[in-house]
Each structure stands twice: as C-alpha cells, then as structure tokens.
C-alpha cells in the first residue's frame, strides 16, 4: 500500500499504540516478526516502525483493529494534503477539483456498497 509510505512518525506510533492495547509488547513483537525492544522504542518515540512493520501491523489485525488502523492512515493523510493546500493556495487551486472528484467517487462507492444507488 503505498500511502502507507507517506503516514507520518506520530501515526506509526499511534498503530503501535493501538495494538498493544490488545496484546503484550511480547506478543506484539512475536507478531511481528521484531523484537520487543523494537516496540518500546516504537511506543517511547525513540524510533518509528517500518513501512514492512506497518504492512506486517495490518495483516494481524483483527477486523476492529484495522478500521481503526486505517482511520488512523487516513486521517493523517488527509491532514497532511490540509496542510500542503492551506500553505499553496496555487496548488489547492489546481487540485481542488481533482481531489472533490476522488471524493464524489468515493462516496458514489459508499453509497452504492449499502445498496443506495
């Protein structure tokens, strides 16, 4: 997933974050393939996980843990291209109608997968 590449050291913490709360460092670090000193230094700050250990954070995930892993992607992606338009106005010109498609397409899915269009 490439977006996965673009989340930024505060979301990658907070993945981390939310699967311990379901698991010992242990179990999470077993899971991953990683050791736990890899996830305390995950949970402190110190360092970040991988693009892999995120892929690999998204594949051990249990139904309600993914949603909330990708809200997490996705809200801070989307703040991410807040921030870029906000400070280039130029830009958010330019993307502004790209981006209200991509919009309007994903709710048309939305909307279409519970069966309203």
């Not at 250990?53 to 995930?61: G, V």
């Not at 280039?88 to 330019?94: K, S």
Request: glycine share 2%.
């Amino acid at each position: 997933m490439k977006a996965i590449h673009n989340i930024s050291k505060e979301a990658r913490e907070e993945i981390i974050t939310e699967l311990l709360s379901h698991r010992s460092r242990k179990e999470l670090a077993d899971e991953l393939g990683i050791t736990p000193a890899a996830i305390v230094k995950f949970s402190s700050g110190k360092t970040h996980p991988s693009d892999e250990t995120i892929m690999r954070a998204l594949s051990i995930a249990n139904d309600d843990e993914k949603k909330k892993i990708l809200k997490i992607i996705v809200n801070d992606l989307v703040s991410s291209i807040v921030e870029i338009l906000s400070n280039n106005p130029t830009i958010a010109e330019e993307n502004l109608e790209e981006l209200k498609k991509i919009i309007t397409e994903v709710d048309k899915k939305s909307l279409s997968s519970f069966g309203f269009i």
